[in-house]
Each structure stands twice: as C-alpha cells, then as structure tokens.
C-alpha cells in the first residue's frame, strides 16, 4: 500500500511539452468573461473573430485559417478525411498522437506507411519519402518533429513534395514559435498544402485546446461541415483573442525556455547522457539506462516516455522552471551514476 507521505509528495511533470509559466492575468479575465456568458454558445462573430486575430499573427489570409479545439483534433480529422481512398504516409518516431490514430486507420484497414527518421540525428530520408508520397492521399509529418526537436523539412523539400504527389501534405508546426520556422505562406502557392499549429505550447494556452489549420480552399472544403462540430468553448476563444492582441509575452516565454533548454543541455552533457539538439521547448535524452523514464518516475520526475517508437533507454523531457529542471538534472544524475 502506498504511504501518505508518498501521496503528498509532489510529482513534477515534465512529460506533456507544456511551459511552465501561467498566461497573463488580462487573458484569465477574458477567459473568465467567457465563462459568465456560457449559458450561451459562442457567436460565428467571435470565432470570426479570433481567426481574423490569427490571420494576423500568422501574416496569411483570413479565409485559409480554420479553428479547432486543438490542433490534435485538426490532425486526428485530417487522417480521419484524407485516408479513405488511399495510403497514409507518416514518418517513425513522430508525436504519439499521430501514431495512434494512424495504427487505429491500419486497424480499420487503411495502408499506414512508416518513414523511418534516420539515427543517430534522426534526419528525414528525402528519396524513400519523395517515393512513398507519390500516390499516397495524406502524408503529415511534424516540422519540428516531436521527440526528436529536430526541423526536418525545408521549404524547397516541402516544394518538391507538394509537386510530386496527388495527395495532401499536412505539416504540424506545433512548436513554430521556438522553431521560429514555417511554411504557412507557401499555401497560397500549394492547393494541397495544411499546416496546423497550436496557442497550447509558447502561448501557455494548454489547458484551453485552440488549434488552428492554415490551408486553400481545396483543404478547408472538407472541414467546412466540422465548423460547429470542432469549435472551441467561449472561455478559450476570449482568451485566445485577448493573448494575441500583446504577444510580447508569448516572445517573452519563448525566451525564458530557450535559455532554460540550453542550460539544461549544457548539465545533461556532463552527465554524460546523449542530449539531441532541439528547437523546442523539449528535450531528447538517450541514456544508457534501460527503462529510464521509469526510474526517473521512481524519483518523483514525469518524463514522456517514448518507448513506443524508440528504444527505453530514450526520455523526452520537457523544460520548465528552473527548480523543476534542476530536479530533472540531480534525478538524472542519481539513475546514471
Ligand atoms: C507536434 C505537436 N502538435 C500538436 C500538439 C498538441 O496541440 P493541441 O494541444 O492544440 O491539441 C502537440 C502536443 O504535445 C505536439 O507535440
């Protein structure tokens, strides 16, 4: 049985890539203005008019932008719609998500091919991708990839893909913020180009789940009729508009994250661990320790364990207050020593 002192201990979670500091007070007040009028359901002008706000911030049209509840769903329905006359090309390790609802497709007998990121720097083999996407209906991959922190797609790649296949290319820029990298202008030049992104990670909106598609007319017809069924609650588009109309804050998290990250590089490399290079706010971590994300659990530290797609001797750990990262650092130390 477990003892009380090891219930109340407390666990610090670094596994789910959130950041660590809370939104600004004036978007919990928005937030909370939406939540006193939730008797009724959001307005077509409200939602109109966070995309506007997001056409903006994304320097693209406002008739390309689709809002969802999270970008996780953009991409769960985008496989849902796009795989039902052919083959689903995805790349191996990706974010979970994305595995999971490809292998339920594979169930239901859908063709799910798998484009192995290549090790040890886990870059994206051009040729076997190029070829697999050719007569393929839906190829997502995630740029930056998720675990590994790595780009994987340039724009002149993401050229030549749009080019060569039939199919739709759907890339998830969920971490564009710290990336500081995107495609989402070159929809206007690709009819069968998506990119989703997400207010969950640099904006510290996690908890709200306001995701975004930026595509053509083409793409965004077969969400049309999903508009009511995928819309956000009122409190979390009140709070998306409000956070992106100042979002030095956003530039500031950005900030603080990124030299935290590369702190914690710097300590984990004189551990002796392998620590990838990421333009994220995570980190990938191979140690020679079997189960490692367990052990690390053993000592009150939750880190994504990616053993699904990779060996167990890999973590993904995300980077938050300097305290947490620290605790990070000395449990690391104590299973590897
Ligand atoms: C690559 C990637 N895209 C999207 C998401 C989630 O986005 P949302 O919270 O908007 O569903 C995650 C979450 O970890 C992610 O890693």
Same mark, same amino acid.
């Given at each position: 049985m477990r003892q009380l002192g090891d219930l109340l201990k407390k666990v610090i979670e670094l596994n789910r890539?959130?950041?660590?500091?809370?939104?600004?007070?004036?978007?919990?007040?928005?937030?909370?203005? $939406?939540? /006193?009028?939730?008797? !009724?359901? =959001?307005?077509?002008?409200?939602?109109?008019?966070?995309?506007?706000? #997001?056409? *903006?911030?994304?320097?693209?049209?406002?008739?390309?932008?689709?809002?969802?509840?999270?970008?996780?769903?953009?991409?769960?329905?985008?496989?849902?719609?796009?795989?039902?006359?052919?083959?689903?090309?995805?790349?191996?390790?990706?974010?979970?998500?994305?595995?999971?609802?490809?292998?339920?497709?594979?169930?239901?007998?859908?063709?799910?091919?798998?484009?192995?990121?290549?090790?040890?720097?886990?870059?994206?083999?051009?040729?076997?991708?190029?070829?697999?996407?050719?007569?393929?209906?839906?190829?997502?991959?995630?740029?930056?990839?998720?675990?590994? $922190?790595? /780009?994987?797609?340039? !724009?002149? =790649?993401?050229?030549?893909?749009?080019?060569?296949?039939?199919?739709? #290319?759907? *890339?998830?820029?969920?971490?564009?913020?710290?990336?500081?990298?995107?495609?989402?202008?070159?929809?206007?030049?690709?009819?069968?180009?998506?990119?989703?992104?997400?207010?969950?990670?640099?904006?510290?909106?996690?908890?709200?789940?306001?995701?975004?598609?930026?595509?053509?007319?083409?793409?965004?017809?077969?969400?049309?009729?999903?508009?009511?069924?995928?819309?956000?609650?009122?409190?979390?588009?009140?709070?998306?508009?409000?956070?992106?109309?100042?979002?030095?804050?956003?530039?500031?998290?950005?900030?603080?994250?990124?030299?935290?990250?590369?702190?914690?590089?710097?300590?984990?490399?004189?551990?002796?661990?392998?620590?990838?290079?990421?333009?994220?706010?995570?980190? #990938?971590?191979?140690?020679?320790v079997p189960y490692a994300a367990r052990k690390l659990k053993e000592q009150g530290i939750k880190v994504f364990d990616?053993s699904?797609?990779?060996?167990h001797?890999?973590i993904?750990v995300?980077?938050g207050?300097?305290e947490e990262?620290?605790a990070f650092?000395s449990a690391l130390?104590k299973i590897?020593?």
């Amino acid at each position: 049985m477990r003892q009380l002192g090891d219930l109340l201990k407390k666990v610090i979670e670094l596994n789910r890539n959130e950041i660590p500091y809370p939104p600004p007070k004036r978007v919990i007040e928005a937030a909370k203005k $939406g939540l /006193i009028n939730s008797n !009724r359901y =959001l307005k077509t002008s409200e939602l109109n008019e966070l995309r506007r706000m #997001l056409s *903006i911030y994304s320097k693209v049209e406002e008739k390309s932008i689709f809002v969802g509840s999270g970008a996780e769903v953009l991409i769960a329905q985008a496989l849902h719609l796009f795989s039902w006359k052919g083959k689903v090309v995805i790349v191996d390790p990706t974010f979970f998500m994305i595995t999971h609802v490809a292998e339920h497709l594979e169930k239901l007998g859908k063709k799910i091919l798998k484009i192995k990121l290549s090790e040890p720097s886990f870059s994206l083999p051009v040729e076997p991708l190029i070829e697999e996407s050719k007569d393929a209906s839906l190829v997502v991959i995630d740029n930056p990839n998720n675990p590994s $922190g790595r /780009i994987l797609l340039d !724009r002149g =790649l993401v050229d030549e893909i749009c080019e060569s296949i039939s199919g739709i #290319l759907l *890339i998830d820029e969920g971490y564009y913020e710290f990336s500081h990298f995107t495609v989402a202008d070159m929809v206007k030049n690709h009819l069968n180009l998506a990119v989703t992104r997400t207010m969950s990670k640099a904006f510290g909106l996690a908890g709200l789940k306001i995701g975004y598609m930026i595509a053509g007319e083409t793409v965004l017809d077969f969400f049309s009729h999903l508009d009511l069924p995928l819309r956000p609650s009122k409190p979390s588009v009140y709070a998306a508009i409000e956070s992106l109309k100042d979002v030095r804050y956003v530039e500031k998290n950005v900030r603080l994250i990124e030299e935290e990250r590369e702190r914690v590089r710097k300590e984990a490399n004189k551990i002796g661990v392998k620590v990838y290079p990421s333009c994220t706010n995570f980190l #990938l971590i191979r140690t020679d320790v079997p189960y490692a994300a367990r052990k690390l659990k053993e000592q009150g530290i939750k880190v994504f364990d990616p053993s699904n797609q990779l060996s167990h001797k890999f973590i993904r750990v995300s980077i938050g207050l300097k305290e947490e990262n620290d605790a990070f650092l000395s449990a690391l130390r104590k299973i590897i020593l």
